[in-house]
């Protein structure tokens, strides 16, 4: 493993979203975090029921917020809304913030890519079936509770045709800014803590989901914002870089524009695999994908190795947020990472680091001191 060290080019970082997976991939020879997915850090124990709690009332007190915010009187309902909310959310800021003390200690030294949060917030309410079931249930059997009833209406409101194109990502944090306030006080506030015990955490924000460069910067304003009293609180300076996944084509397309806004991109190929091929990345392996590969209809699983038309997007993202910006930061953090024919295309494209789950990081050590060291032979053919 040394002698792959000294030959490759490309980083090797983790995917991990814990202090223990950190640890462990550390072991392994990770030199970063390249994906700490927080969502995961909301399901954990007492969290969810935390979580669930502050999504029920987060609508209403978003509008609320913005009402009182423009000057409008308030009605009784409406600041119960915003004090639930805010306090629901004031627990789960003090339990990230443990959280990513945790992570930078475990990765003292090393970068720390914190993504905010990403996926469609129905994914932490119970199904819309079995909650419909239950209220009809109880309603033939003599009448349902009302948490019950508004606790299905609140599912059947946030419900989506489609939630993987829906208000996910970076969406989210546009719609209900409170969710880009706290995760951004937690890290920062956790970077601060951490040094003062006499660590060195490096901490970097990833905003998911970027297809729109004005959807980047309206996010890093609300971030700014609040790390600025952060420091203003804290009376010290933090140091944090702020950057973006590219995993929606568009944002591929336009990566010049969204480099202007961004230290770093990493790509999410996994949501790029979905949406360049517009497969479904929740359905597609379980229906017609895995057909598609027996009857080689397809040479591989997208999902598992990266595509040649994917890497040719990132190829142009690369040279677009290059264009931009000479030293833009540049790797991959989805399944891909891992996988060491999509770690020979990453080298083609020049990424600078791969990032995959603490078990593959022998494997992608390897893997990239072999693409290193295949591609600089085919230059000097
Ligand atoms: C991705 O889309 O490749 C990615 C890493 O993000 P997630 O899998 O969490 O959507
Ligand atoms: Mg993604």
């Not at 080019?9 to 390249?34: C, F, L, S």
């Not at 994917?310 to 040279?319: E, F, N, S």
């Amino acid at each position: 493993m040394p002698w792959a060290d000294e030959l490759r080019r490309m980083q090797v970082w983790t995917n991990a979203d814990k202090p223990e997976e950190a640890a462990q991939a550390r072991r392994y020879g990770a030199q970063g975090i390249g994906l700490c997915r927080t969502e995961h850090m909301f399901r954990e124990g007492e969290r969810l029921e935390i979580v669930r709690g502050a999504i029920l009332v987060a609508n209403e007190a978003t509008r609320a917020k913005a009402k009182a915010a423009s000057g409008e009187q308030l009605s009784a309902d409406e600041q119960d809304a915003i004090t639930t909310f805010d306090a629901a959310m004031a627990k789960l800021e003090v339990l990230q913030q443990g959280d990513f003390e945790g992570i930078f200690e475990a990765m003292d030294g090393l970068p720390v890519v914190v993504r905010l949060i990403d996926p469609p917030l129905h994914e932490f309410l119970p199904n819309l079936e079995e909650q419909l079931v239950k209220v009809t249930r109880a309603e033939s059997a003599g009448g349902a509770s009302e948490e019950d009833k508004e606790l299905l209406a609140t599912i059947k409101s946030m419900h989506e045709q489609n939630p993987m194109l829906g208000l996910r990502g970076c969406r989210l944090g546009l719609m209900i800014p409170d969710f880009v306030k706290i995760q951004t006080r937690a890290i920062l506030n956790a970077q601060i803590a951490v040094t003062q015990r006499g660590g060195n955490p490096i901490a970097k924000i990833m905003i998911p989901l970027v297809g729109h460069v004005n959807e980047l910067a309206r996010t890093r304003e609300l971030l700014e914002a609040e790390a600025k009293a952060v420091e203003q609180k804290a009376g010290v300076h933090v140091d944090y870089k702020f950057g973006t996944m590219i995993e929606v084509p568009r944002g591929a397309l336009t990566a010049d524009e969204i480099a202007h806004e961004a230290d770093f991109f990493s790509f999410g190929t996994n949501d790029l695999t979905q949406m360049t091929f517009g497969y479904s990345r929740d359905d597609a392996e379980g229906g017609f994908l895995l057909k598609y590969v027996e009857e080689k209809i397809l040479p591989v699983n997208p999902f598992q190795t990266l595509d040649d038309a994917v890497a040719g997007l990132m190829k142009v993202a690369v040279d677009r947020g290059r264009s931009t910006k000479p030293d833009l930061e540049l790797g991959i953090c989805g399944e891909h990472g891992g996988d060491p024919e999509s770690i020979f295309k990453c080298e083609r494209i020049g990424l600078d680091y791969v990032s995959c789950s603490p078990f593959r990081v022998p494997v992608a050590r390897l893997a990239a001191a072999q693409a290193a060291m295949t591609n600089a032979a085919e230059r000097d053919k």
